[in-house]
C-alpha cells in the first residue's frame, strides 16, 4: 500500500525513458548480475519506486542502482537518505523490514562472522580468521598449539549465534561459503589446542559442533546436500567424543531432517528415533516434540499414515507441555508457527492437501514477521499446498507474498518449493490471478523455464 503523502520519483521515471516497467525490472536483475548480486526485480517494484512508496531502497538495490548509473548518488536517483526516512518513522516508505529487525545486505552481514573471532583479543585468531598480515591458508589452518580460554570458546558461541541469526533474517544463500571459515578455525582450535579448563574443553566441543550444525544447516538449505551430510555427521563425531547427549540429538535431528529432503525416508525415521533416545534424559519436552515431528516427516514419506500419526500426536503432547530450562538454545525457532508447518509437510506427503493447507496457514499466521526466511517458507509450503488442493486463486495470491519477500531470503530450498508450485499451476493458467503470478514469476526468474535464479 502507497504511504500517505507519498511524493513521485519523477527522476527515477525519467531514468527508465521509453523502457516498460518490466523492461526496466529486466535490466535492473542484468546489472544485479553483473556485480553478483541477486534481487527479484520487477514491474510491481519499478512501480513502487516510482509511485515513492519506496523513498529508500535497501542496501543491495542501492548497490545495484549506482552500477548501473555511475557517478550518481541516492540523492540524484530521486531518493531521501536512508537516515532521514528512518529518523522520521516512515516505516512504510523504507525498502526495508520493521527498525527491530533492521536489513543489511547478507554479505555485510556474513562479515561480522569474520569479525567475531577479532572478538577474542588475540592476534592469532584475528590473524587465522581474517586470513590477513601474509598468513596462507594452510597456516590458518593449522594454528601453532596453544592454550584456549574462555576468549576462544565464547569466539565459537558467538559465530553459532550470529550465524542463527542471520539465516532467520536472509536464508543461506550468500552466508555458507563465509560461515565455513569460522568452521575451520573452531576445528582447528580443537585440533592444536589444550584448553586451560575442562568445563573450557567442554565448551570448545560443544560450540565447534554447534557450530558445524550451524554451517550444516546453510549448505543444507542452500541445495548442497552432501556438504551438509558432511558437517552434520562432524558434529556427531564431535558429540560422541565428548559424550555431549545435547549436541548428539541435536545432529541427529538435522541428519533426520536432510535424510526426508534427499529422499531417504527410512534413514530419516532411523535418525529421528536416535535423537529421541539421546534426548530423554535431557528433560527437555520441546526437544522431544521436534524429533517426534521429524520421525512424522520420515514415516510420511514410508507412506506409513499411521505411524506418522502417532509421532504428531506425541509430538503434540510433549509441545504442550511448555518450555524447560532444559530447552536448548539452538530451539528458539520452535513454536508452534514451526510445529504447524512440521504438521503441514506431513499431511503434504501424504496427499492430504487441504489438511496440509490448513496447517500451514496457521503456521502463517502464527510466524513473528521479523522472522523474514521462516515466513517465506511458510508461505512457499502455503502456495503449494492450495495449488495441489485445487485452490488455484488462493495459491498464486499466496505466491506473489512469497515472490514478495524473495528480495530479503536467499534460500535455494524455499525457492525449489516455489518452482515446484509454479509448475503445479500452469495447466490452471486460464484463471486470471494465476496467470497474472506465473506472468510475474517468469519475469523475476528471467529464465525460460521458470525456473528461479
Known amino acids: 500500500m502507497v504511504s500517505t503523502g507519498a511524493v513521485p520519483n519523477l527522476a527515477f521515471r525519467r531514468l527508465r525513458g521509453q523502457r516498460s516497467a ?125 592454550r584456549v580460554g574462555e576468549a576462544e570458546v565464547s569466539a565459537v558461541e558467538k559465530a553459532v549465534r550470529q550465524i542463527r541469526l542471520l539465516d532467520d533474517r536472509h536464508g543461506a544463500d550468500g552466508l ?26 567442554g565448551r570448545l566441543h560443544a560450540g565447534a559442533g554447534e557450530l558445524a550444525i550451524s554451517v550444516g544447516w546453510l549448505a543444507h538449505d542452500s541445495g548442497r546436500f552432501e556438504d551438509a551430510r558432511s558437517h552434520y555427521a562432524e558434529a556427531l563425531a564431535t558429540a560422541r567424543v565428548a559424550g555431549d547427549a545435547a549436541l548428539e540429538a541435536h545432529a541427529f535431528c538435522n541428519a533426520s531432517f536432510l535424510a526426508r529432503d534427499t529422499g531417504r525416508p527410512r534413514e530419516s525415521v532411523g535418525a529421528a528415533e536416535a535423537g529421541q533416545r539421546a534426548a530423554r534424559p535431557l528433560g527437555s519436552p520441546r526437544l522431544l516434540a521436534l524429533l517426534a515431528l521429524r520421525e512424522a516427516g520420515g514415516r510420511a514419506g514410508l507412506g506409513d499414515r499411521t505411524g506418522c500419526e502417532r509421532a504428531i500426536g506425541r509430538a503434540h503432547t510433549a509441545f504442550g507441555r511448555g518450555r524447560s530450562d532444559a530447552d536448548p538454545e539452538w530451539m528458539s525457532f520452535f513454536r508452534e508457527a514451526e510445529l504447524e508447518f512440521l504438521e503441514a509437510q506431513c499431511w503434504s506427503v501424504l496427499g492430504e492437501w487441504s489438511r496440509a493447507a490448513h496447517h500451514a496457514r496457521r503456521a502463517v499466521r502464527l510466524q513473528d514477521p521479523h522472522f523474514t526466511r521462516n515466513l517465506a517458507l511458510y508461505r512457499a509450503e502455503l502456495t503449494w499446498d492450495l495449488g495441489r488442493a485445487g485452490r488455484a486463486a488462493e495459491a498464486a495470491a499466496e505466491g506473489h507474498r512469497v515472490l514478495d519477500l524473495l528480495d530479503r531470503v536467499r534460500s535455494t530450498r524455499i525457492r525449489a518449493m516455489l518452482a515446484g508450485s509454479v509448475t503445479a499451476l500452469r495447466p490452471q493458467r486460464g484463471t486470471p490471478e494465476v496467470r497474472e503470478f506465473l506472468e510475474r514469476y517468469a519475469e523475476v526468474s528471467d529464465t525460460p523455464s521458470g525456473t528461479p535464479k
Do not use: W
Not at 188 to 199: C, E, H, M, N, W
Open 22 to 146: 518490466g523492461e526496466f525490472a529486466a535490466a535492473v536483475r542484468r546489472a544485479a548480475r553483473e556485480i553478483g548480486e541477486q534481487v527479484a526485480c520487477d514491474a510491481r517494484y519499478i512501480g513502487r519506486v516510482e509511485s515513492g512508496e519506496i523513498r529508500c531502497p535497501n542496501y543491495a538495490y542501492e548497490r545495484v542502482f549506482l552500477h548501473m548509473f555511475p557517478g550518481t548518488t541516492l540523492a540524484d536517483l530521486g531518493f531521501s537518505s536512508r537516515e532521514t526516512v528512518r529518523g522520521r518513522g516512515a516505516r512504510a516508505t523504507v525498502d526495508t523490514p520493521p527498525p527491530t529487525a533492521p536489513h543489511r545486505d547478507t554479505d555485510e552481514e556474513s562479515d561480522v562472522l569474520r569479525r567475531v573471532f577479532m572478538t577474542s583479543g588475540t592476534a592469532t585468531m584475528a590473524t587465522a580468521t581474517l586470513g590477513i598480515g601474509g598468513t596462507s591458508a594452510a597456516a590458518a589452518a593449522r594454528p601453532a598449539p596453544r
Open 176 to 201: 555458507y561459503r563465509k560461515a565455513s571459515h569460522p568452521l575451520r578455525i573452531a576445528y582447528a582450535l580443537l585440533d592444536s589446542g589444550v584448553a586451560a579448563k575442562r568445563s573450557t574443553a
